[in-house]
């Protein structure tokens, strides 16, 4: 099918590598991150990261994590403008409502910079975004999968956490693939909340309407927390997940995604890279000590994975 395979490849971009490391001078600088909160292993991952980097660069790190609620952090947000914190770091648990309290830090003469998700504001209000590319994880994943299944594949979709940037993102980048093919199609979609719970609920739902899921030729997933709860509900309904579905999913972050993979219960993820802490402390630090001239957007490249690295990925993650 080479047609197919140039389809599907001509939507693939190379995502541009970070900035590099900048060497300044060390200075008490205390900084709020806000963080979504504890829902997956790629975000516990992200936070323990950014904690370690701020302790190594002598940065004073306030931590506020919302446990998935946006009204909790934006009042941790407002928090850390009354105290009058240097900068504030934000990732934030929905893209909207974030106009008024970001204009609230600009007042109070106080940068913010968004890490790993994106708001709905003016970018004016914020100093830049240091993140992966959600669209172009989408569409990598779409990619795979038109070259596995030959361009012939009913989808089942469990989505992330609703309104949320990677949520919306990963899914407006995989449907601009699979559109691509008149036999490829997202079928059903459900919301998993980037959860294993919420990933097996969502499967246990598209269970009961099809027990056998006769048809479906993948199950695509925001995230690698609820492709693991699904293939645990697949594999306790006598399915096969890896052999009679492909299992296609984002992050990379832990152990468990690639021992799946490995036993032919998952077939690939796109890796979201949780170390991320020097790329955001290095613009953060740049900021406060003078440097202006950041992109809106700086870009933290993505990486695919199947069972070819898989075994190396796995010693990386730990066994």
């Given at each position: 099918m080479p047609r197919l395979i140039m389809?599907?490849?001509?939507?693939?971009?190379?995502?541009?590598?970070?900035?590099?490391?900048?060497?300044?001078?060390?200075?008490?600088?205390?900084?709020?991150?806000?963080?979504?909160?504890?829902?997956?292993?790629?975000?516990?991952?992200?936070?323990?990261?950014?904690?370690?980097?701020?302790?190594?660069?002598?940065?004073?790190?306030?931590?506020?994590?919302?446990?998935?609620?946006?009204?909790?952090?934006?009042?941790?947000?407002?928090?850390?403008?009354?105290a009058h914190v240097d900068a504030i770091i934000l990732a934030p648990v929905v893209e909207t409502g974030w106009t008024d309290l970001l204009r609230q830090a600009r007042d109070a003469r106080i940068p913010v910079f968004l890490a790993d998700r994106t708001v709905e504001a003016?970018?004016?209000?914020?100093?830049?975004?240091?993140?992966?590319?959600?669209?172009?994880?989408?569409?990598?994943?779409?990619?795979?999968?038109?070259?596995?299944s030959r361009g012939a594949c009913d989808v089942l979709e469990l989505q992330g956490t609703q309104d949320a940037a990677p949520t919306i993102e990963r899914h407006r980048g995989f449907l601009a693939v699979v559109s691509l093919f008149p036999s490829m199609r997202v079928v059903g979609s459900a919301v998993g909340d980037f959860t294993p719970e919420g990933g097996a609920r969502a499967m246990r739902d598209f269970l009961r309407d099809d027990p056998k899921l006769k048809g479906i030729c993948a199950v695509w997933s925001h995230n690698d927390e609820m492709s693991l709860g699904a293939i645990g509900v697949m594999k306790a309904a006598g399915l096969r997940p890896g052999h009679d579905q492909f299992m296609v999913s984002v992050d990379g972050a832990s152990a468990g995604i690639f021992r799946a993979i490995l036993a032919g219960e998952a077939n690939m993820t796109v890796e979201l890279k949780p170390e991320i802490g020097r790329y955001v402390f290095d613009v953060v630090q740049g900021y406060l000590a003078g440097k202006r001239d950041y992109p809106k957007w700086v870009l933290i490249p993505s990486d695919l994975h199947t069972a070819a690295d898989a075994a190396e990925m796995l010693a990386r993650r730990g066994s």
């Amino acid at each position: 099918m080479p047609r197919l395979i140039m389809l599907a490849l001509i939507v693939l971009v190379c995502a541009a590598p970070g900035p590099g490391p900048v060497s300044l001078p060390a200075a008490a600088w205390t900084v709020g991150f806000a963080q979504v909160g504890t829902e997956s292993s790629w975000r516990r991952a992200f936070t323990a990261d950014m904690k370690a980097e701020a302790a190594r660069r002598g940065i004073t790190l306030r931590f506020a994590e919302a446990g998935g609620d946006a009204q909790r952090q934006r009042e941790q947000f407002k928090d850390f403008i009354d105290a009058h914190v240097d900068a504030i770091i934000l990732a934030p648990v929905v893209e909207t409502g974030w106009t008024d309290l970001l204009r609230q830090a600009r007042d109070a003469r106080i940068p913010v910079f968004l890490a790993d998700r994106t708001v709905e504001a003016d970018p004016s209000l914020y100093v830049s975004r240091v993140a992966a590319d959600f669209n172009l994880e989408g569409r990598l994943a779409g990619a795979w999968l038109a070259q596995a299944s030959r361009g012939a594949c009913d989808v089942l979709e469990l989505q992330g956490t609703q309104d949320a940037a990677p949520t919306i993102e990963r899914h407006r980048g995989f449907l601009a693939v699979v559109s691509l093919f008149p036999s490829m199609r997202v079928v059903g979609s459900a919301v998993g909340d980037f959860t294993p719970e919420g990933g097996a609920r969502a499967m246990r739902d598209f269970l009961r309407d099809d027990p056998k899921l006769k048809g479906i030729c993948a199950v695509w997933s925001h995230n690698d927390e609820m492709s693991l709860g699904a293939i645990g509900v697949m594999k306790a309904a006598g399915l096969r997940p890896g052999h009679d579905q492909f299992m296609v999913s984002v992050d990379g972050a832990s152990a468990g995604i690639f021992r799946a993979i490995l036993a032919g219960e998952a077939n690939m993820t796109v890796e979201l890279k949780p170390e991320i802490g020097r790329y955001v402390f290095d613009v953060v630090q740049g900021y406060l000590a003078g440097k202006r001239d950041y992109p809106k957007w700086v870009l933290i490249p993505s990486d695919l994975h199947t069972a070819a690295d898989a075994a190396e990925m796995l010693a990386r993650r730990g066994s």
